[in-house]
């Protein structure tokens, strides 16, 4: 059995109403779409509360902590970084800050190494003096000087005390060279007495005489063989004013 429906049958005619189009514009520009009414001074809102340019409720927006932790760092660190830059005295006073030098006094220039405190002094007229002392037994090991020369050029350093530095021997430039066992004086003080050590001399104790010179004030070395011929400086006592005194003057031969 077949079933068919018949759709023109089914039609029912239903009146149309052509008013509802009266109000259609013909023009393409959309319309701006509808807003709050802002002629009465209301806005239409989820709250309806009128908004105003006046700091209202500024006390709840506004929140005065006390201090904190940080805070209290902070202050430590400041009082820390105040003692270092301006180290006080037991009595509460700031202490002085040392003088500035005057040109007229030497400077002088201090550096430890090597086991040596290494001490350069300059003077005002241009003399050096460079001394080395032992750290731990502090002994004068090294001392030379140099004085510059009338045209203002640098000379050449003398060692005083301790021994000079061999000097290096060119074989294109050099034509002699020094023998290894020629005798070598070396000035070695000690805190009491001045001491001067004369290596590679192998001549009998007898042979030896040590005096000294009053008008040079120097110490004489000197071999009756005539080996051996040597003067000794001695300018720590010119520096303090003192002359030699010939009975303090020992020497020993080992």
Known sequence: ADVTFNTAASQIAMPIDYSRFDSIDDSDEEKPA???????????????????????????RLCIVGPSPMDAASAGLASELERWAAPRSSLGGTI??????????????????????????????????????DERSDVLLLRKVRRPTNLGKESEWIVE?????????????????????????????????FQWRI?????????????ADHDKQEIVVR???????????LPDLAYVNQKLCESSLTWKHQ
Not at 105 to 133: L, M, N, Q, S, W
Not at 163 to 175: A, M, N, R
Not at 199 to 211: G, K
């Open 34 to 60: 509808a807003g709050p009414d802002l002629r009465q001074g209301n806005v239409v809102g989820k709250s309806n509360v009128n908004n105003t340019l006046e700091p209202t409720g500024l006390d709840d």
């Open 96 to 133: 002085a800050e040392p003088a500035p030098q005057k040109s007229d006094e030497p400077k002088r220039v201090c550096v430890k190494a090597d086991g040596r405190r290494k001490i350069h002094t300059t003077f005002p007229d241009g003399h050096e003096t460079v001394e080395e002392f």
């Open 161 to 193: 005390v301790g021994q000079p530095p061999e000097p290096t021997f060119d074989p294109h430039s050099d034509l002699l060279r020094a023998s290894s066992s020629n005798p070598i004086c070396v000035r070695k003080d000690t805190p009491e007495h």
């Open 199 to 211: 290596r590679n001399l192998p001549y009998p104790a007898q042979v030896y005489s040590v005096t």
């Open 223 to 233: 071999t009756s063989n005539k080996k051996y011929y040597k003067r000794l400086g």
